[in-house]
């Protein structure tokens, strides 16, 4: 059975900083890769940023370039997601997922989602 397991979420204030782990097994890594989306109440789930588990790729929604930092630990087989510089809009539930990429477009669509993991809570206070 695939399992994806997340961890991290937290209370933080505007600026500072979390980590996002997400714990895998039962995968096959051909063509698969592994990210996080999140899901604001009232809103759409949308794609955050994503890896490749064989080449190491990363990919990032323009909303989180340059603040958030997606990592693999393949001997352990997780997956980071180094948050910083975080802000009110990054409130959400984050959600580990595996699946595969939009390579025309270089996104994860929740179309391209094989596995979802139970999300985990994100609260930035302002």
């Known amino acids: 059975d695939v399992q994806l397991q997340a961890s991290g979420g937290g209370l933080v204030q505007a600026g500072g900083s979390l980590r996002l782990s997400c714990a895998a097994s039962?995968?096959?890594?051909?063509?698969?890769?592994i990210g996080w989306f999140r899901q604001a109440p009232g809103k759409e789930r949308e794609w955050v940023s994503c890896i490749s588990m064989i080449f190491g790729s990363t990919f990032y929604a323009d909303s989180v370039k340059g603040r958030f930092t997606i990592s693999v630990d393949n001997a352990e087989i997780m997956v980071y997601l180094q948050m910083n510089n975080l802000k009110p809009e990054d409130t959400a539930v984050y959600y580990c997922a595996a699946g595969s990429l939009d390579r025309a477009w270089g996104v994860f669509r929740v179309s391209g989602v094989d596995y979802w993991g139970k999300g985990t809570q994100v609260t930035v206070s302002s």
């Open positions: 039962g995968l096959i890594f051909d063509n698969n890769y």
